[in-house]
């Protein structure tokens, strides 16, 4: 079993920046792809960004220039540096990881975590 945890959500105002945090525990062997998604209500999950192991990145559209994904390897964290915020990026933020478990099975499978409110409001 693999827990994400996520942190650092709250209230913003526009304009301002934030950083999230979501460490993986558990029965980890390693960590490929970590990523973050929202949702907003009345809109569909979307992904904001994702970083391979290696560390290559990718962003939504909507989020480039603005947000900042990066990992902490040795400590199993994930992290989404946000500035320039507007109304718009107020959602419940995701984290996600695809985990290797096992020593002797190299299968993989995306974990999640329970979300972290964001808010941007004046």
């Known amino acids: 079993q693999v827990q994400l945890v996520e942190s650092g959500g709250g209230l913003v105002q526009p304009g301002g920046s934030l950083r999230l945090s979501c460490a993986a525990s558990?029965?980890?062997?390693?960590?490929?792809?970590m990523g973050w998604y929202r949702q907003a209500p009345g809109k569909q999950r979307e992904l904001v960004a994702i970083i391979g192991s290696g560390g290559t990145t990718n962003y939504a559209d909507s989020v480039k220039g603005r947000f900042t994904i990066s990992r902490d390897n040795a400590k199993n964290t994930v992290y989404l540096e946000m500035s320039s915020l507007s109304r718009e990026d107020s959602a419940v933020y995701y984290c996600?990881?695809?985990?290797?478990?096992?020593?002797?099975?190299?299968?993989?499978?995306?974990?999640w975590g329970q979300g972290t409110q964001v808010t941007v409001s004046s």
């Open positions: 558990g029965s980890i062997f390693s960590i490929y792809a």
């Open positions: 996600c990881a695809q985990v290797r478990t096992s020593y002797s099975d190299d299968n993989t499978r995306g974990y």
